[in-house]
């Protein structure tokens, strides 16, 4: 699937926004979880700190830099593969994309 239907297309440029937020809000908690932990050892959640916001940049990134038609399917498949896109956001897309999506999926 080189291409996704362009009603597709559309509902992702929709969600993005929001998606975007959702992925944004689960990096805070987790730096929330770390600064809430560092009493004692503040050098080192300094350093877990700086080491997860690089992995998580990395996941931003691949989930949301430089949508085309052509490689929107696979940032469908990342934003699942994150846990960004619910199953609710995944049924709003044609049963073709759903379909794609879920056997690269399961192959991983």
Not at 25 to 33: C, G, K, S, T
């Given at each position: 699937m080189s291409s996704i239907p362009e009603k597709d297309w559309k509902l992702f440029r929709k969600?993005?926004?929001?998606?975007?937020?959702?992925?944004c809000?689960?990096?805070?908690?987790?730096?929330?979880?770390?600064?809430n932990v560092r009493s004692g050892k503040e050098h080192?959640?300094?350093?877990?700190?700086?080491?997860?916001?690089?992995?998580?940049?990395?996941?931003?990134?691949?989930?949301?830099?430089?949508p085309t038609r052509n490689n929107v399917i696979l940032k469908i498949?990342?934003?699942?593969?994150?846990?960004?896109?619910?199953?609710?956001?995944?049924?709003m897309f044609s049963e073709e994309t759903q379909e794609f999506v879920n056997r690269i999926l399961n192959l991983s």
């Open positions: 969600l993005q926004s929001e998606l975007t937020a959702k992925a809000e689960l990096v805070f908690r987790q730096v929330n979880n770390i600064a080192e959640s300094y350093l877990d700190l700086y080491r997860f916001i690089e992995t998580e940049d990395a996941k931003i990134a691949e989930m949301f830099n430089n498949v990342t934003l699942k593969k994150y846990d960004v896109l619910s199953v609710e956001q995944l049924e």
